[in-house]
């Protein structure tokens, strides 16, 4: 399967475009950055671009299959809404429908599933700009008629592997990047 990852250059994107490659996927990797994408694969295309451009997120869309989204906030003006429009658009100019995209714990309707502490001073403290662009993400998606499916991983990290998942609520689960089996099983 033809798969293209944004976002490929963070944590969990690179653990995307690893476990894809590692399932035997054709991966193009769209970053911003090429020197930071760190895995050399014969099956790994790198194409520069940013997400907030149309014509660079249609031009790399074409000819795949499923689109991952790992896109992470950058600190500054909101790109992630933007960005996750532009992906959609893209999507639909190529006939794709299938993505996968990786939000946050406590976006959306997950915040019921955390106490008032982290609720306070994490969500609505520490990073309220990051879930407030994720819940606009979440609710572009949602609306796009498509065939997505959205994580809401909470603390991960770059741990060895344990193929452990705790469960917060229905149809959720959190893991380290590195968990052995895929994230999201792909398949055709």
């Given amino acids: 399967m033809k798969l293209i990852v944004f976002g490929a250059t963070g944590g969990t994107g690179q653990q995307l475009v690893t476990q894809a490659l590692a399932q035997g996927h054709a991966v193009t990797a769209f970053v911003r950055r090429p020197e930071m994408?760190?895995?050399q694969h014969a099956a790994l295309t790198v194409v520069q671009g940013d997400v907030t451009a149309a014509a660079a997120v249609a031009a790399a869309m074409a000819g795949h299959e499923v689109v991952?989204?790992?896109?992470?906030t950058r600190g500054g003006?909101?790109?992630l809404p933007d960005g996750t429009r532009k992906i959609l658009e893209a999507m639909a100019q190529a006939g794709i429908r299938r993505s996968l995209w990786v939000s946050s714990f406590g976006a959306g309707d997950s915040l019921k599933q955390m106490g008032w502490l982290a609720q306070t001073l994490i969500v609505k403290g520490l990073l309220r700009q990051a879930i407030e662009e994720k819940n606009a993400q979440e609710r572009i998606i949602m609306a796009s008629g498509g065939d997505w499916i959205i994580a809401r991983p909470g603390g991960l990290t770059d741990g060895p592997l344990t193929g452990q998942y705790?469960?917060?609520g229905p149809g959720t689960r959190s893991a380290s990047r590195r968990s052995p089996a895929p994230m999201w099983p792909i398949s055709c």
């Fill in 166 to 168: 705790r469960v917060t």
């Fill in 77 to 79: 003006p909101a790109v």
């Fill in 37 to 39: 994408m760190t895995t």
């Fill in 68 to 72: 991952l989204s790992a896109l992470g």
